[in-house]
Nanobody
Framework: QVQLAESGGGSVQPGGSLRLSCAAS????????MAWYRQSPGKQREWVAH???????NYAGSVKGRFTISRDNAKNTVYLQMDKLIPEDTAVYYC??????????????WGQGTQVTVSS
């Protein structure tokens, strides 16, 4: 019914920047919130940032001041601007969204993930 597709991952040196995008598509009536999570090898998936439909924003302490989440409601797209990257940011980054479909069901949807590697 709905799909999330991430893009923008890659490899970067410490101190560098990357911008992730996640576009939602399918039978969408509205999107309540969009968020980013990440998972490093051997670790549990952790929440990174969240943006509500009204624009309310929250960040995990480990990324606050370095990452910026934003969304384009017209494009059903969320972005994650990542600056001042450090090796500890290396992970697979996942997009997550709570979506109300045109049939008025609520779906908690995940993207397939995009790899971010920070290394010198």
């Amino acid at each position: 019914q709905v799909q999330l597709a991430e893009s923008g991952g890659g490899s970067v040196q410490p101190g560098g920047s990357l911008r992730l995008s996640c576009a939602a598509s399918g039978s969408i009536s509205s999107i309540r919130y969009m968020a980013w999570y990440r998972q490093s090898p051997g670790k549990q998936r952790e929440w990174v940032a969240h943006i509500g439909s009204s624009g309310s924003i929250n960040y995990a302490g480990s990324v606050k001041g370095r990452f910026t989440i934003s969304r384009d409601n017209a494009k059903n797209t969320v972005y994650l601007q990542m600056d001042k990257l450090i090796p500890e940011d290396t992970a697979v980054y996942y997009c997550n969204a709570q979506i109300t479909t045109r049939s008025l069901s609520t779906v908690n949807s995940w993207g397939q993930g995009t790899q971010v590697t920070v290394s010198s």
